[in-house]
């Protein structure tokens, strides 16, 4: 038996997401997308965290244990609710007998914030007694199969068929069924067949103070809401709406000799568009249109443009990203992790303009004080457009600090020091004569997904 055991903590290291976006400074991150786990030890076939869970449910129904833990330690690693893992890594430990770990588990997930599955934990530790526990998920009798159990049958036989509008309706019958424990195993299963419908945040406040002439300050957040329909289960292809409201607090119309001071894309744009993704969500194509609004400008400047994009993304995070949260206290970590985030945007409102843009990420994760990563940074990026907007064409690196929310969902702050230049290109607007620029950075992120 292979039981999730890191050191002396029953803990899990996958987190929901596993990393906050990266958002290019002149998209305004329409086209970003979260990061992607590439999980440790990987085997040939690749699986989603609810596509290991399918599997898991499937050997333990079936009564085979090692398999079973087998497929919940994939889910682990793909990302899966680690309250979720905590409880099923209890409930399988229970069918074995082994009470004392079990209750560890169960322990830990009954501290989560899902509150369903914290009563389920509390209810199961409630059960246990001495060292004496019967296995809790014995496969039933024939004489006690009834229609819960055999919808719940029906739903499995039907993932794997692929047949995912059918497993739906199968696990919503079996979880209004009378045994708890039968409901709780497809409330836990529809957490991991493909949604028809989702959706996901994005928020980032991104603020910084130039040492270097012409010096500068500023804060830009930016929030964007997408909603998604996912038509085709086997495919990621998603039509989607969307809003976006970017403005940051030094633009003004009413700037330096009569014109207006402009230092950000400062909109609200609304609309829809299409994304596909694959190879494991790490690369992104998407198309989106819909009307952008001006909310910085001057009388002669348009209130409402089109704006169209057309773009791809790239993304990836190493296998070390994801230190398990420490139960209470604090933990000594030391894994080294990496990242790399690349896109290349269309986008209409800018004269028709093509950006691109590279940003590579090492942290060395030295801390964990409860879910919160305390990683040292050092990163380099480069920016480039057709249009040579100088300010589109540079390349900095710097290095800094990095406080990581692991669980329960993606948030991040970055705190650092960064220097660069700008390549000399022009456009409308000349190039500043110093083309070096040093600057203090904080960042702050986060990104969820309903």
Same mark, same amino acid.
């Given at each position: 038996?292979?039981?999730?055991?890191? *050191?002396?903590?029953?803990?899990?290291?996958?987190?929901?997401?596993?990393?906050?976006?990266?958002?290019?400074?002149?998209?305004?991150?329409?086209?970003?997308?979260?990061?992607?786990?590439?999980?440790? #030890?990987?085997?040939?076939?690749?699986?989603?965290?609810?596509?290991?869970?399918?599997?898991?449910?499937?050997?333990? /129904?079936?009564?085979?244990?090692?398999?079973?833990?087998?497929?919940?330690?994939?889910?682990?690693?793909? #990302?899966?609710?680690?309250?979720?893992?905590?409880?099923?890594?209890?409930?399988?430990?229970?069918?074995?007998?082994?009470?004392?770990?079990?209750?560890?588990?169960?322990?830990?997930?009954?501290?989560?914030?899902?509150?369903?599955?914290?009563?389920?934990?509390?209810?199961?530790?409630?059960? !246990?007694?001495?060292?004496?526990?019967?296995?809790?998920?014995?496969?039933?009798?024939?004489?006690?199969?009834? $229609?819960? @159990?055999?919808?719940?049958?029906?739903?499995?036989?039907?993932?794997?068929?692929?047949? @995912?509008?059918?497993?739906?309706?199968?696990? !919503?019958?079996?979880? +209004?069924?009378?045994?708890?424990?039968?409901?709780?195993?497809?409330?836990?299963?529809?957490?991991?067949? $493909?949604?028809?419908?989702?959706?996901?945040?994005?928020?980032?406040?991104?603020?910084?103070?130039?040492?270097?002439?012409?010096?500068?300050? %500023?804060? =830009?957040?930016?929030?964007?809401? +997408?909603?998604?329909?996912?038509?085709?289960?086997?495919?990621?292809?998603?039509?989607?709406?969307?809003?976006?409201?970017?403005? &940051?607090?030094?633009?003004?119309?009413?700037?330096?000799?009569?014109?207006?001071?402009?230092?950000?894309?400062?909109?609200?744009?609304?609309?829809? *568009?299409?994304?596909?993704? @694959?190879?494991?969500?790490?690369?992104?194509?998407?198309?989106?249109?819909?009307?952008?609004?001006?909310?910085?400008?001057?009388?002669?400047?348009?209130?409402?443009?089109?704006?169209?994009?057309?773009?791809?993304?790239?993304?990836?995070?190493? $296998?070390?990203?994801?230190?398990?949260?420490?139960?209470?206290?604090?933990?000594?970590?030391?894994?080294?992790? #990496?990242?790399?985030?690349?896109?290349? =945007?269309?986008?209409?409102?800018?004269?028709?303009?093509?950006? *691109?843009?590279?940003?590579?990420?090492?942290?060395?994760?030295?801390?964990?004080?409860? $879910?919160?990563?305390?990683?040292?940074?050092?990163?380099?990026?480069?920016?480039?457009?057709?249009?040579?907007?100088?300010?589109? %064409?540079?390349? &900095?690196? #710097?290095?800094?600090?990095?406080?990581?929310? !692991?669980?329960?969902?993606?948030?991040?702050?970055? =705190?650092?020091?960064?220097?660069?230049?700008?390549?000399?290109?022009? %456009?409308?607007?000349? /190039?500043?004569?110093?083309?070096?620029?040093?600057?203090? +950075? =904080?960042?702050?992120?986060?990104?969820?997904?309903?």
């Amino acid at each position: 038996m292979r039981a999730l055991v890191l *050191g002396s903590a029953l803990l899990f290291s996958a987190p929901l997401v596993a990393g906050a976006e990266e958002v290019s400074p002149f998209t305004d991150d329409s086209g970003s997308a979260e990061e992607s786990v590439v999980s440790e #030890g990987e085997t040939e076939e690749v699986l989603a965290a609810w596509e290991w869970m399918e599997l898991y449910w499937k050997h333990k /129904a079936a009564g085979e244990v090692e398999r079973a833990w087998e497929a919940l330690e994939g889910a682990r690693t793909a #990302g899966a609710d680690l309250q979720l893992v905590a409880l099923e890594a209890g409930y399988l430990e229970l069918s074995t007998g082994a009470t004392e770990r079990a209750r560890g588990h169960l322990e830990l997930a009954a501290e989560g914030k899902d509150p369903e599955l914290a009563a389920a934990a509390k209810a199961q530790l409630s059960q !246990i007694q001495n060292d004496n526990l019967e296995e809790v998920f014995a496969e039933p009798s024939e004489e006690d199969k009834g $229609p819960q @159990f055999v919808a719940l049958t029906a739903a499995y036989r039907a993932l794997e068929q692929e047949d @995912f509008k059918a497993a739906r309706s199968y696990l !919503i019958e079996a979880k +209004r069924g009378e045994d708890e424990l039968l409901a709780k195993q497809a409330r836990d299963q529809l957490r991991y067949v $493909p949604k028809p419908v989702w959706a996901d945040v994005y928020f980032e406040g991104y603020s910084w103070v130039r040492f270097t002439e012409p010096s500068s300050a %500023n804060l =830009v957040p930016t929030v964007r809401l +997408r909603g998604f329909l996912h038509p085709i289960p086997k495919v990621d292809l998603d039509p989607y709406v969307f809003v976006q409201l970017s403005r &940051d607090v030094a633009s003004r119309v009413d700037g330096g000799q009569g014109y207006p001071l402009i230092y950000a894309d400062n909109h609200l744009m609304v609309g829809g *568009g299409i994304q596909f993704r @694959f190879w494991k969500k790490r690369v992104g194509l998407f198309a989106q249109a819909g009307p952008a609004f001006n909310l910085v400008r001057s009388s002669s400047a348009p209130l409402v443009q089109p704006d169209v994009r057309v773009g791809a993304f790239f993304a990836l995070s190493g $296998p070390k990203c994801d230190p398990a949260p420490q139960k209470g206290g604090v933990r000594k970590e030391r894994s080294l992790c #990496g990242d790399l985030y690349s896109e290349a =945007v269309y986008v209409s409102r800018f004269d028709h303009n093509l950006l *691109g843009v590279v940003r590579g990420r090492l942290m060395v994760t030295y801390l964990m004080t409860g $879910p919160v990563a305390w990683e040292p940074y050092v990163e380099g990026r480069i920016l480039k457009d057709i249009r040579n907007d100088y300010w589109n %064409n540079l390349a &900095d690196a #710097g290095l800094g600090h990095r406080w990581r929310l !692991i669980a329960p969902l993606s948030l991040q702050l970055l =705190v650092g020091v960064h220097g660069g230049g700008y390549f000399g290109l022009e %456009n409308v607007d000349p /190039a500043p004569d110093q083309l070096g620029y040093a600057e203090f +950075r =904080v960042q702050l992120s986060g990104y969820a997904t309903f």
